[in-house]
């Protein structure tokens, strides 16, 4: 199945991935009113600081960018990386689109994240693997190896900051690469969906993308017969 063929359950997954994914780092802006701000260019809610708005918007620019890489079959790369840290830290991180220059932390982790000077070269090999892996094997093999890159992109840490919706955003990249549908990790499994990244469980967190996925699937495939409804356009 293309998951990408209507233009109404892109806009749905892009609604979810920019609320769920700024709620997991702290973002306060509703679902609602993510709705509003993307689909309507408004802001409906009150009390919201500006940054919040800038990276449900950034979420935007993103997610175009990575449909016309899809639509262009570009791989993983570095460059690609960097891109998409940039569109979405847009606006409000000074370093964006490039790895970080001092030493970083992860809150509450108990392993200390890659320094400046190996990040450069933990990054290339990582996108190296990555590729390596997604170009053989079964969807289970490429599911597996989507989930565990994210796990060991998520302690390289290897920006200042917006790791963590650079990661999300850069796992749905290769999931739609590779035929999935789109894994959008909701605000209340933050504590889940940790716990996987702290204990490195990637077991737990490729059955956990398992049943989402399947979600997602029945969720796109009603979009679909929504669009097999309607009565196609002809101009006199």
Request: proline share 3%.
């Amino acid at each position: 199945m293309d998951y990408l063929i209507s233009n109404e359950y892109l806009q749905d997954v892009l609604v979810r991935m920019a609320h769920h994914s700024s709620a997991i780092e702290g973002n306060t802006i509703s679902l609602a009113d993510t709705v509003s701000i993307i689909i309507h260019n408004k802001v409906t809610g009150s009390g919201y600081d500006l940054r919040e708005i800038y990276e449900i918007k950034n979420h935007e620019q993103t997610f175009q960018y990575m449909l016309e890489q899809l639509e262009n079959q570009a791989p993983l790369t570095i460059g690609l990386v960097k891109t998409i840290h940039a569109n979405l830290t847009d606006k409000f991180q000074y370093d964006r689109g490039e790895f970080k220059s001092s030493q970083n932390a992860i809150l509450g982790a108990d392993f200390q994240t890659a320094s400046p000077q190996e990040t450069p070269i933990l990054m290339q090999q990582w996108v190296d693997n990555v590729n390596y892996r997604l170009n053989q094997g079964t969807q289970d093999d490429k599911l597996l190896a989507i989930v565990e890159s994210h796990i060991q992109l998520e302690r390289i840490h290897p920006f200042s900051d917006g790791n963590g919706r650079t990661g999300r955003m850069i796992m749905n990249y290769l999931l739609l690469e590779n035929q999935f549908p789109a894994l959008i990790i909701r605000a209340e499994e933050r504590a889940q969906y940790m716990q996987y990244l702290a204990n490195q469980d990637v077991n737990g967190f490729f059955q956990f993308a398992q049943q989402k996925l399947q979600d997602e699937q029945a969720r796109a495939k009603q979009f679909q017969n929504s669009l097999d409804q309607q009565i196609p356009y002809k101009p006199e």
